[in-house]
């Protein structure tokens, strides 16, 4: 199992950036799929989670409203659209492969991360 | 939201030693709990799901317990590759998901 992350870099506040992560080794539509954060030196951080056909989609208070989570299976990728980016944002995000297919509520542990892409919010 | 404290915020033993991590959940989370060892500059690596299992690959040294509220992680004999920042993470009740704040551990 393989997770590359892609699409992170330097970004005002208020301006938009779109993170994909590209899974190989295994069938991305099996599994639900999430983005988990980390500012440098800090503690690990959940953002965003979607169930394996896109039913169920959540977000963290944090970033509700302003970051949208997609994937394509076809293609086994997932996305992360994140808009009006502030400060607090910088950080690593992870992309994450679930251990079930489930959304909201089911059972969701992390066997498996990608080594994350560097989003640093600053003017 | 469940709220995950892990203590100590960092532990040193000797190797050989056994090291005992803490993690208390807000409220009872069952056995939703996982552990996850990070080492600096890599992603997590799940260590433990079930408050109990251990994933595919992980030592035997490695042991968690516990359930409800108050979770342990346990090295049994510290090696000098266990040096590394440990989080818990919970699944009971979701979304969010939620991780503890990390205990590093170093190794003397």
């Known amino acids: 199992v393989q997770l590359v992350e892609s699409g992170g870099g330097l970004v005002q506040p208020g301006k938009s950036l779109r993170l994909s992560c590209v899974g190989s080794g295994f069938t991305l539509s099996d599994y639900a799929m999430h983005w988990v954060r980390q500012v440098p030196g800090k503690g690990l951080e959940w953002v965003s989670s979607?169930?394996?056909?896109?039913?169920?989609?959540t977000y963290a208070e944090s970033v509700k409203g302003r970051f949208t989570i997609s994937r394509d299976n076809g293609k086994n990728s997932l996305s992360l659209q994140m808009n009006s980016l502030r400060d607090e944002d910088t950080a690593s995000y992870h992309c994450?492969?679930?251990?079930?297919?489930?959304?909201?509520?089911?059972?969701?542990?992390?066997?498996?991360w990608g080594e994350g892409t560097l989003v640093t919010v600053s003017s | 939201e469940i709220v995950m404290t892990q203590s100590p915020a960092t532990l040193s033993e000797s190797p050989g030693e056994r090291a005992t991590l803490s993690c208390r959940a807000s409220?009872?989370?069952?056995?939703?709990l996982a552990w996850y060892q990070q080492n600096p500059g890599q992603a997590p690596r799940l260590l433990i799901y079930g408050a109990s299992t251990r994933a595919t690959g992980i030592p035997a040294r490695f042991s968690g317990s516990g359930s409800g509220a108050d979770f342990s992680l346990t090295i049994s004999s510290l090696q000098s590759e266990d040096s590394a920042v440990y989080y818990c993470?919970?699944?009971?009740?979701?979304?969010?998901?939620?991780f503890g704040g990390g205990t590093k551990v170093e190794i003397k």
């Open positions: 979607i169930s394996w056909n896109s039913a169920s989609i």
């Open positions: 993470q919970q699944y009971y009740i979701w979304p969010p998901l939620t």
């Open positions: 409220q009872g989370v069952g056995t939703s």
């Open positions: 994450v492969k679930g251990n079930s297919f489930g959304g909201a509520g089911t059972v969701q542990y992390f066997p498996h």
